[in-house]
């Protein structure tokens, strides 16, 4: 992943973190280990993708990222009468706090898919995650890493009789 992915991320728990229905916030996608530990927010990036921006073959390398981010809100599932409400209240709240926040919008270019489910969880606990993947996109350039920047340019005749040097915009 790369630096900037992470700063995505970061800037989503930003936001996350105003949501009062979880206590606390992983940057992991392991579910916890005690009962205790839930309802809590799990962050996490699992991948992306980066295809050619224009000619892949000209110029510096220029790229249109595709990164993953997986929000999943981890709840108690063990009444079952109010769990319909409950999931689909953190499947929304999920969806509107990154949505709706321009500090977090304005990192990127775009969200291009959004997909949510519910899971359930019974291995040391029962629970509900419900999952909510964004696929967010940016662009990069990577300049080439070279000794001389090339800013100037000297013409010498043989003998160096004659000759000026040439100040080229960077």
């Not at 630096?3 to 996608?29: C, G, H, M, S």
């Not at 809100?73 to 509107?96: N, Q, Y």
Request: hydrophobic residues 40%; charged residues 25%; aromatic residues 8%.
């Amino acid at each position: 992943m790369t630096d900037f992915n992470r700063k995505i991320r970061d800037a989503a728990i930003v936001q996350l973190e105003t949501l009062v229905r979880y206590a606390r916030i992983r940057r992991t996608p392991v579910m916890p280990p005690q009962a205790s530990e839930v309802p809590c927010l799990l962050v996490y990036l699992t991948g992306q993708r980066m295809t050619a921006d224009g000619d892949a073959n000209h110029g510096e390398p220029s790229f249109v990222h595709e990164a993953v981010l997986n929000v999943s809100g981890v709840l108690r599932a063990d009444k079952a009468a109010d769990l319909d409400d409950k999931t689909s209240a953190a499947s929304a709240e999920i969806l509107e706090t990154l949505l709706e926040a321009p500090e977090w919008l304005a990192l990127i270019e775009g969200v291009s898919d959004v997909t949510q489910r519910v899971r359930f969880d019974d291995q040391a606990y029962l629970a509900a995650i419900v999952e909510t993947s964004f696929t967010v996109t940016y662009r990069t350039s990577w300049p080439p890493r070279v000794a001389d920047t090339f800013g100037s340019v000297s013409l010498r005749t043989p003998g160096d009789r004659l000759g000026t040097d040439y100040d080229l915009p960077t």
